[in-house]
T-cell receptor, first 113, second 116 residues
């Protein structure tokens, strides 16, 4: 079964600083990887995804992530944090033909003015 | 496109009671999913439907849980004889299966269940 690991449940970042959220996956076959974001009192929404092709993927709101097979990682970054980035971020994995997403435990991001 | 809606948003019940949650997916979406999220954890897959057919169920879905999607539109998730361990946020999501990978899901805001 596939799984992802997100370390550090709470992440504090200063406004304007780099946002880096780490995600490592486990899968015996090529994975499909996702980052979802949950803003307060809203449903989860897709930030970005990697399926095949280019390993650097860009998402909404200036976020991007890079698939690194050798490191089994899919870390999420944003060059400059904004107050509106305060939310919970979940990494998720699935594989071709599998209809289940396996989510990590999430990172609660706090942006400090 | 009004998004995925769930009802009720909050439900407080006593142990042993039955509860039912409803999910209305995005109208053109043929796939519907139920996930459960407990405090400090990510969402966990419960079950999914393609149109009206329930195609997959997790081991988390005990005999006390039943989900339906009559006519391939809205879905209900019923929990019978609730236990305190059922307290969680129940998330519904929908997607349009176009042969691509599952994963681009549209989530509702969830139904929070508290079992006293």
């Amino acid at each position: 079964a596939q799984s992802v690991t997100q370390l550090g449940s709470h992440v504090s970042v200063s406004e304007g600083a780099l946002v880096l959220l780490r995600c490592n996956y486990s899968s015996s076959v090529p994975p499909y990887l996702f980052w979802y974001v949950q803003y307060p009192n809203q449903g989860l929404q897709l930030l970005l995804k990697y399926t095949t092709g280019a390993t650097l993927v860009k998402g909404i709101n200036g976020f991007e992530a890079e698939f690194k097979k050798s490191e089994t990682s899919f870390h999420l970054t944003k060059p400059s944090a904004h107050m509106s980035d305060a939310a919970e971020y979940f990494c998720a994995v699935t594989i071709y033909g599998n209809n289940r997403l396996a989510f990590g435990k999430g990172n609660q991001v706090v942006v400090i003015p | 496109d009004t998004g995925v809606s769930q009802d009720p948003r909050h439900k407080i019940t006593k142990r042993g009671q039955n509860v039912t949650f409803r999910c209305d997916p995005i109208s053109e979406h043929n796939r519907l999913y139920w996930y459960r999220q407990t405090l400090g954890q990510g969402p966990e897959f419960l079950t999914y439907f393609q149109n009206e057919a329930q195609l997959e169920k997790s081991r988390l879905l005990s005999d006390r849980f039943s989900a339906e999607r009559p006519k391939g539109s809205f879905s209900t998730l019923e929990i019978q004889r609730t236990e305190q361990g059922d307290s969680a946020m129940y998330l519904c999501a929908s997607s349009l299966n176009q042969g691509g990978p599952a994963g681009e899901l549209f989530f509702g805001e969830g139904s929070r269940l508290t079992v006293l």
